[in-house]
Each structure stands twice: as C-alpha cells, then as structure tokens.
C-alpha cells in the first residue's frame, strides 16, 4: 500500500488507487475539496514534495491551465490516484478558511471520468 506522508512528519498508508484527497479525508487531515472532487474549484490542491505522479487528468490539466500560477507548482489532490508513496502538503485548509465545512464527500472514482495525459515538468 502507498504510504501518503505529510510535510507535519505524520504518515498514513493509503489503499492502493484511492483518491488522495479521500485518502486526506479519512485521515482526518485538514483540507477543503468544494466542488466534491470534480476538478472545478482548485481548493484540493496540494504540493507534491515527492513522488509526484507524471500523468495527470486533463480535467486538472484544463482547470490547473485556467489560472495563473498553478500549473507545474500545486496537484488536485481529487484527480490524483495513491499508486506510490508521496509527500503531500495541503493548501488550503478548513481551519484557515473561515467557511463552514469543506465540501461534499468526492465520489469513490475520478469524477469526470478521468482521461489521462502526462503532467508538465515541475516549475
Ligand atoms: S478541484 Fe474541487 S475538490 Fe478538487
């Protein structure tokens, strides 16, 4: 199973193919997904420290390209399967956003179905 390590020294294993945000989730790690997983508002981002995964959907592609600075910099933890082990940092948390929950439970799978394309070089 893939361990999911956090830039806080704490470590999980994460099921084998799980969304990382729903790994994140049931580890009771503090991280905001609004937009319930489907590649649409950017608050599941996260910096991958290592183990980046080089292929992404080109759901996150697309909504990554939209905005300045994302793109090569920070993942949606939503789009991304645990296949390997990665050091994962949250952005953007409930406990700093001043909002009332996170978002809704991301479905199981990739939503949109995901199709895959590789991931641009870290900047
Ligand atoms: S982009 Fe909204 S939860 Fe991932």
Redesign the pocket.
């Known amino acids: 199973m893939p361990t999911i390590h956090l830039k806080d020294g704490t470590s999980f294993e994460a099921e084998h193919g799980q969304r990382l ?1 729903l790994a994140l989730v049931d580890h009771e790690v503090d991280i ?13 981002r996260v910096v991958i420290h290592q183990g980046e995964p080089d292929r992404m959907t080109v759901a996150e592609y697309n ?1 990554l390209a939209e905005k300045e600075n994302l793109l090569g910099v920070v993942r ?4 991304i399967p645990c296949n390997s082990h990665m050091l994962v940092e949250p952005l953007m948390t409930l406990a700093n956003s001043g909002l009332d929950d996170p ?1 809704g439970r ?1 479905a199981d799978q990739i939503t949109p179905e995901a199709e895959w394309r590789d991931a641009p070089l870290k900047s």
Do not use: E, M, Y
Not at 32 to 44: D, E, F, Q, V
Not at 76 to 79: A, P
């Open positions: 945000i905001l997904h609004r937009c319930g997983g489907n590649a649409k508002c950017t608050t599941c909504k949606l933890s939503c789009q978002g991301p």
